[in-house]
């Protein structure tokens, strides 16, 4: 499983229910990583971002919702672990907000961290990777982002 998330130094993706901030350069390098890959997401997320075209989306919530076409719902990790046998040798992108990672975070094996550089005050924040992972690359984006990659620690 792949994090793929914008953070800011604090760690924070979010302050009062919005993602902190949105670069045009991030949005297309997501969109070349996660087209015709399954994305995973909470369901606030989903309500925020939307279904993404060209993409299977899996949506964790209490809620039983049906599946639609390229959705699908879990509450579980066993359930989680079913749907996405559909999806064979995809990659599966772990993308926000923070309580699907929190949930997740032990199965992250590699994380694609678009880190801006400043600190918004944002309100909802990710787990720090320093500990469990070890940091491979940082490239620049723009002037006020770079992306950092992660890979987990053996």
Known sequence: MILL???DLDNAIAKDGKQIT????????????????VILMGRKTLENAGKLPHRITG??????LPDEEDLFYFSSEEELDEKL?????????????????QALFHR???AYI????????????IPSLENDFDLVETTPIT????????????
């Open 108 to 110: 992250i094996e590699e």
């Open 22 to 37: 949105f670069i045009p350069e991030d949005l297309a390098r997501f969109k070349a990583r996660t087209t015709g890959q």
């Open 143 to 154: 002037h006020k982002a770079t992306e950092e990659h992660w890979i987990r620690k053996k």
């Open 5 to 7: 998330i914008l953070a």
């Open 114 to 125: 678009t880190r801006v550089n400043y600190r918004s005050g944002g309100d909802v924040k």
């Open 85 to 101: 046998k559909a999806y064979g040798d995809r990659k599966i992108y772990l993308v926000g907000g923070a309580g699907i990672i």
């Open 59 to 64: 949506v964790m919530t209490r809620k039983n």
